[in-house]
């Protein structure tokens, strides 16, 4: 027999922190096991905003090592696949999604999931207000506090008074008082004003506020920033760990444990059993959930047999449904005018000088480079007006067209990332990523062998829908477009790396070459109507057929979303609604809707 819980949280990431924290601190203060399969990374360095992208490079004890099976679209190369595996999860790792930018995403994504699943609760007009509720927590008088206030967001929205013109968000319509930290650049990079302007006298719109629920237009990246330092998942939510919540780090979950339909524990791969009085609640990430799944006889059943696993229920969507967004990343020579940042990394001994100031408290030219994400959430008409959009289901078609869904997303100001090296870089530089959106693709997670310590297979099928290669085709000429023919045009010196020109042909060709993952995964366990035979959990996130069982993190989601607020917000909404992409909502749903504690 194993230890007793009433809550086992199955995996330390984004999700799992804060839903972790949210269960314990419940006023029933139900003891809950955190369990993760990864260490708790203390480097200072972590957490530099210059050094964020990093970790994914150098440091691979963070991350589980997958690779995709390989990708025929893409002169079959097999792509990394990182997966957090730390406390914190892919918050360690993921430089764009989440360890950096914090954005909602449309309104539209919202309603959209609402649609989908048959609950409106999961909509914007609901969805918006979780980001900024409070809860009034009572705590152990052994920690000396009262109360807390359980926000999901601490927006720290003052430095956009440097630059009101290109950041303005009302403080009103965002949280203040939560654990998770965000703030806006304390000074903007060279340049960016000069994109933003330029991409306005080009007939983008500029927006002061992304997470307004309207994305469209050219703007500038809250962060999960504060005061020089990054905040993961486990800094933001795991500070202070009560007593009622336990964490077992470095173990890992080799599949659940059953009395007939209703989980009742887990096991780890070195024997030990943990038993959960109450439910177990996965939140693995959009690989490993389903995986679990799998390895303990959920999921279509002639695969599991192929295996040998005894098939507990059949549940066919698991692993399936696997949707991506990809981006194919260019790098231009330009002007000085436009970019320092060459200036300042060919400097050692400025380098050390800016870090000895970051480190003394967390200021200087380390605080500001790579710091300014600019980005466009754009509409792309001759999309719409391309055969590949027309062939899609009206449903789809729809969805695409409302008002304040992008259909492409561009960057700018990103760092050098392989396969260039900052080295052969000699003169300055300005980076472009396009990203491909609303991927039509769907992929799937399968296993291996029966063996949990066998990686899975991961085959997202990147750009084998037609409107997929299309919509990436297109994100890459119109970045280019505006790049050279905008104001910016005088600034462009030539691609350090790009399509050799704007043909089709050409642009084909770059993508099979360097179209990568933005790591995104999600819809492996997807979330749907009972009457939908794909979907794996309701809107509860109780998995169909099977007792004490939820899942709460990306894999649920039955759409294709943007970016990591989502994924609180539904962590936040399990613990109070019961019933995105984000971990607080999560929490909301379980104690709202499901009404676990």
């Known amino acids: 027999m194993g230890d007793k819980f009433d809550f086992i949280v199955v995996g330390g990431g984004t999700a799992g922190c804060l839903l972790a924290s949210r269960l314990a601190d419940a006023q029933t203060r139900p003891l809950v096991l955190l369990i993760e399969a990864g260490d708790d990374p203390e480097e200072t360095e972590l957490h530099s905003i210059y050094d964020r992208y990093m970790p994914v490079l150098t440091r691979p004890e963070l991350d589980h090592g997958y690779l995709t099976t390989p ?36 309104a539209e994504d919202y309603n959209r999931w609402a649609e989908l699943v048959g609950d409106g609760s999961w909509g914007w007009k609901h969805t918006k207000e979780d980001f900024k509720k409070v809860y009034i927590v009572p705590r152990l ?36 008082n939560g654990s998770l930290k965000i703030s806006l650049p304390r000074a903007l ?13 080009f007939g983008y719109p500029r927006n002061v506020d992304l997470n307004s629920g309207n994305p469209i237009g050219l703007g500038i990246f809250p962060n999960s920033y504060a005061n020089g330092l990054r905040t993961t998942s486990a800094t933001a939510h795991l500070a202070n760990v009560p007593e009622n919540l336990i964490v077992w780090k470095n173990s890992w979950v ?79 020579q330009v002007d000085g005018a436009l970019s320092d940042r060459q200036t300042f990394e060919s400097d050692p001994e400025g380098m050390i000088r800016a870090r000895e100031v970051w480190l003394k408290d967390g200021s200087g030219p380390l605080s500001h480079h790579h710091g ?134 050409d642009i084909l ?17 997807a979330m749907g109507r009972p009457d939908n035979p794909n979907a794996c959990v309701g809107p509860d996130f109780l998995v169909y057929g099977i007792n004490n069982l939820r899942v709460a993190d990306l894999s649920i989601a039955p759409t294709n979303v943007k970016y990591i607020v989502p994924l609180l917000s539904f962590s936040q909404s399990i613990s109070s609604k019961g019933s995105w992409p984000s971990a607080d909502l999560t929490f909301l749903a379980i104690t709202r809707k499901a009404r676990l504690i």
């Open 509 to 525: 060709e770059f993508m099979k070459e360097t179209t990568n993952s933005v790591y995104h995964p999600q819809g492996t366990v």
């Open 71 to 106: 990708q025929p679209q893409l002169n079959n190369r097999e792509l990394p696949y990182p997966r957090g595996k730390a406390m914190g999860g892919s918050t360690n790792l993921n430089y764009m999604e989440t360890s950096k930018a914090f954005v909602y995403g449309s």
């Open 254 to 332: 080799s599949k659940l444990l059953f009395e007939v339909k209703l989980v009742n524990g887990v096991e780890l791969r070195d024997g030990r059993q943990a038993l959960a009085e109450k439910e177990v609640i996965l939140c693995a990430g959009a690989v490993d959930s389903p995986k679990l799944l799998l390895l303990s006889g959920i999921g279509k059943a002639a695969e599991l047999e192929a295996h040998g696993i005894k098939v507990v229920h059949e549940l066919p969507g698991v692993g399936k449904n696997l949707q991506d967004h990809a981006l194919a990343l260019m790098a231009v």
């Open 189 to 201: 990079e060279k340049g960016v004003d000069i994109v933003i302007d330029s991409g306005e006298d």
């Open 372 to 505: 300014s994400l600019l980005v466009g959430f754009l509409k792309l008409p001759v999309l719409l007006q391309s055969e590949e959009f027309k062939s899609l289901d009206a449903e789809t078609r729809e969805y695409l067209s409302r008002p304040t869904v992008p259909l492409f997303e561009m960057v700018a100001g990103t760092p050098i990332f392989p396969p260039i090296l900052p080295s052969a870089v000699d003169k300055p530089y300005l980076c472009w990523i396009a990203f491909l959106l609303n991927a039509q693709s769907r992929g799937e997670v399968t296993l291996r062998s029966a063996d949990p310590s066998d990686a899975p297979l991961i085959n997202p099928r990147y750009l084998e829908h037609p409107y997929d290669r299309k919509a990436l085709l297109e994100s890459i000429r119109e970045t280019m477009r505006f790049q050279q023919h905008s104001a910016l045009g005088k600034y462009f010196q030539g691609y350090i790396q790009g399509p050799k020109s704007t043909t089709d042909e």
């Open 141 to 176: 008088p052994r920690l000396g506090l009262k109360s807390a206030l359980n926000q999901i967001e601490a927006y720290d929205t003052t430095a956009s008074a440097a630059y009101p013109k290109y950041v303005n968000p009302k403080a009103e319509d965002h949280g203040h």
